[in-house]
């Protein structure tokens, strides 16, 4: 990863899926619906960007309103890590989770319960339907999001070629 794509503190500004995993992310969106989806995003930091490999849909654990809010356990973390483990040596790298009827954008919910580094993929889900679907990072002082690119893997012909996406 050059130094363009990368933030001041040297976290990447871009992360990478495949059609499969954004296609994944985007149907558990619209599976929960009206609540909010979560999940946990494996991957590992490529020279190209943030690279999402596989998913784990999580139980979203929050009691007192789970249609704008997720919450995971300390269990599901572990549980999360260690499948990523199990996945020839994946990574926890990440979130995500949908916003019912909202925008793809952090709340300031999100920014509470965020923690720095991971990355935070949000997929907006309108009347039962998946739309727009965008990614954050939490700043080191916990002040607010930077949006990442997302682009979505397409492979052709044994080659792996990028375009930028967010719906």
């Not at 954004?22 to 969106?29: D, E, L, M, T, V």
């Not at 490529?46 to 596989?54: L, Y």
């Not at 996945?87 to 909202?102: A, K, N, Q």
């Amino acid at each position: 990863m050059n130094r363009e794509e990368m933030r001041p503190s040297g976290v990447a500004t871009k992360i990478l899926l495949s059609e499969e995993v954004r296609a994944q992310i985007r149907a558990h969106g619209a599976e929960t619906y009206p609540q909010e989806c979560c999940g946990a995003l494996l991957g590992h930091d490529g020279e190209t960007g943030r690279e999402v490999t596989a998913l784990l849909p999580l139980v979203n654990r929050s009691e007192d309103s789970p249609r704008n809010r997720f919450s995971i356990t300390a269990d599901d973390v572990r549980e999360a890590e260690k499948a990523g483990a199990k996945m020839h040596g994946l990574e926890v790298i990440g979130w995500y989770h949908s916003h019912p009827d909202h925008p793809p954008r952090p709340s300031e919910y999100d920014r509470e319960y965020a923690w720095p580094w991971y990355s935070y993929i949000i997929v907006s889900v309108e009347k039962g339907a998946a739309k727009e679907m965008s990614s954050w990072q939490l700043a080191d002082d916990r002040s607010g999001f930077s949006e990442e690119k997302i682009e979505v893997m397409r492979v052709r012909a044994g080659e792996a070629q990028f375009e930028g996406a967010g719906r």
